[in-house]
């Protein structure tokens, strides 16, 4: 009997899990307004990761698509894939001069809980880490970037709307 109960423990503590897990992950779909920035007036680097004043956000089991012009002034939408595979694209860019080239993008997501982090890169040299969190109507992103020059890191929230 004893036997057979710590078999059933084990058999549950393996399967429960990946349950809870399952159900630990939040749907970050909506449209969302930024509120704040820790540092305050958080810039981005140099036009890097500037938040965006309104981001629209897709999410289906498969992926996550953000819509808004998060990467600087130019509108974009970017596309996760929740399976943690890459997704890669090309797209126009600005520089701080003023000049627009073709860019390849890549993009990668992963769970941390009921976290998630999104990873950008583009092919100028930028690195951007976005670690995603609900707490009711409030989204937090704590935004780490790199590129050539200096990197930043910030908190920034938004508010559904």
């Given amino acids: 009997m004893t036997t057979r109960i710590g078999l059933l423990f084990l058999a549950a503590t393996l399967v429960a ?14 449209t969302w307004t930024f509120s704040t920035s820790a540092p305050a007036g958080y810039p981005g680097s140099n036009g890097w990761g500037v938040p965006s004043p309104t981001m629209v956000v897709t999410q289906t089991a ?3 698509t953000i819509d808004s012009g998060q990467f600087g002034a130019m509108p974009m939408k970017v596309v ?3 399976d943690g595979s890459d997704t890669i694209w090309d797209a126009p860019s600005s520089s701080q001069s003023g000049n627009t080239a073709i860019v390849k993008w890549r993009t990668k997501a992963s769970w941390d809980g009921a976290k998630l982090v999104l990873y950008t890169w583009n092919t100028a040299l ?3 880490r976005d670690i995603m969190s609900l707490n ?3 989204m937090t992103i704590v935004r780490a970037t ?4 200096p990197s930043t890191n910030a908190t920034l929230t938004y508010s559904r709307q």
């Fill in 17 to 30: 899990p990946p349950i809870l897990s399952a159900q630990a992950r939040p749907s970050f779909a909506g």
């Fill in 62 to 64: 498969a992926e996550l």
């Fill in 80 to 82: 996760y894939k929740l």
């Fill in 126 to 128: 930028n690195q951007m």
């Fill in 136 to 138: 009711g109507g409030t």
């Fill in 146 to 149: 790199e590129q050539p020059g």
